[in-house]
């Protein structure tokens, strides 16, 4: 059978779906409903997508509109026992629904139904298919500058529409679990409970609200909270987005972000520490004065729009690295990388021993076949060994995969000689091709330093898709450059420079190779680090 949430197919027998965990069959406890239950006569009532403290978030399939899927949001004053606070969440309530039923905007959902079933009341919305920052938080631990201030320009946009209202809508509870991102990297705010029509004049507000971490001073009873309030909070959404920092524990005493993020660019450092100032008349004094800032327009770049979610993300599990959109948020070797750094040492080594193991295997293998096919192979084979990872230790300037690697090459180079019959049947020696390998990567090295504004910035293990395909294209023609270099410095008394062309191929190759080796050693060796940091 189909689920009639999702569509998968389930066995006929199943009660509740593989996929996304719906009840398949009717009259299966949901919270407050049961699976099948039609409120209002028109929505028929699948899963629970969420659950809070006074009702719960449904996903309903719309009988009157094909029927297509809506998310119902519920608040049952049965959870709570004391008749203040009922009459209190009711009117907040209604006044959400109220509030929300005339604002249209992209990056908000948009509410098309609002009625009561008996105590309970029941708010209808747009079905936003993905996930919230928060889980996207958990998943990631730490989100690429460029993609947070994507994020931001549209959070930006949103709040800079509410506080455009008249009276100005004040948010007031800005936080990572309060956005949500769809599938088409569209931002999404939700959850306006607390969102407030702003008094001017008025001393403080009447009641207090905010997450701690997130909240302003002024939402502690020191002052009214206004626009300059979301200024706030947005600011330590993007700061936290950043750096992965938790911000509950000492609220108004985040250390510096450069102190978290030495290499963060001085254009998102300016935007998000003058927005989260404690003084509110320190802050960006109004919401498109932040967007303009985020947009780039006070001598900063303009940042691309946020990468596609293309979930579900299934927190605590491993990252994935699919096939289009932001599944490649986290790169392949990333994903290995942290697969690999949760295997105790001793699996770890065996891992990279069994590794190693098959790699010289299918070196002696595909030396013999290279070299019946090419006889000069004995001298193009060290280029194979050693330019790939110089070609990332240059573009990344780290040595790490270059110390972890060496072993492994040397290894090959000797595996190669014997299967081509010894070592003094080889035109070079093994002295030549580590000193011309030596000398190689100290020229790549200093070239690597000459293009700042070529070679990424910053830990590779947040870099966004295009940083992360900048890096690759760097790696391929450093691998090219560097053969040109290790041929003429290797073989300049014996072989013309452009006598082997196949050699400058091999290079190329070799540099994306060596790109996903080096790649993968390094953000291996972060991840070692951060699990014995933690």
Known sequence: MNCKWCNSQNRDTARFCATCRAPTVDGVQIENLRSGQRLSGRYEVRKALGVG??????????????????????????????????KIGAEMFEEEAQMLVRLDHPNMPKISDYFREGMNQYMVMDFIDGVTLEEYL??????????????????????????????????????????????????????????????????????????????????YGKGQTDARSDVYSLAVTM????????????????????????????TFERVVESGRQLQAQQRWQTMELFTTALSGAQGGPTYPAG?????????????????????????????????????????LV????????????????????????????????????????????????????LATFTPLAIAAFWVSSMSLGGLDQLQVSIQVVIFSAFITGLIMMGWAYLQPNFVGKGEPRYYSVAQSHLDTIWCVLMGFIATVIFTIGAHSSSLAPWAEPTMYVFGALNGLVGWFVGDYLYRLTQEKKDQRGS
């Not at 927190?315 to 690295?321: K, N």
């Not at 948020?329 to 750094?341: F, G, H, P, V």
């Not at 065996?350 to 193991?357: R, T, V």
């Open 138 to 219: 958990q998943q990631y631990h730490r989100v690429p500058e460029a993609q947070v201030m994507g994020w931001g320009q549209q959070i930006a946009s949103a709040l800079h529409y509410l506080h455009s209202q008249d009276p100005p809508i004040i948010f007031r509870d800005m936080k990572p679990g309060n956005v949500m991102l769809d599938k088409q990297g569209r931002i999404k705010l939700i959850d306006f409970g607390i969102a407030r029509k702003f008094k001017p004049g008025k001393a403080q507000d009447t009641q207090k609200f905010g997450t701690p971490g997130f909240a302003p001073p002024e939402a």
């Open 350 to 401: 065996a891992l990279l021993s069994g590794i190693a193991l098959v790699s010289l295997t299918l070196v002696a293998f595909f030396a013999r076949a290279i070299a019946q096919a090419n006889p000069r192979f004995d001298i193009q084979y060290p280029l194979l060994a050693t330019i790939g990872v110089l070609a990332y230790v240059a573009t990344r300037r780290v040595w790490t995969p």
């Open 239 to 266: 700061y936290v987005l950043a750096s992965g920092h938790d911000p509950s524990n000492d609220p108004f005493n985040l250390p510096p972000l450069r102190s978290i993020l030495p290499n963060v660019s001085p």
């Open 307 to 347: 990468p596609i979610y293309s979930g579900p993300i299934q927190v605590g599990a491993p990252p994935f690295a699919g096939s289009g959109g932001a599944t490649k948020t986290r790169s392949l070797t990333q994903s290995l990388a942290e697969s690999s750094a949760r295997l105790s040492n001793s699996k």
């Open 53 to 86: 403290a006074m009702g719960a978030v449904y996903g309903a399939l719309d009988g009157n509109i094909a029927n297509k899927r809506v998310a119902i949001k519920e608040y049952s004053p049965a959870r709570n026992t004391n008749p203040a606070e009922q």
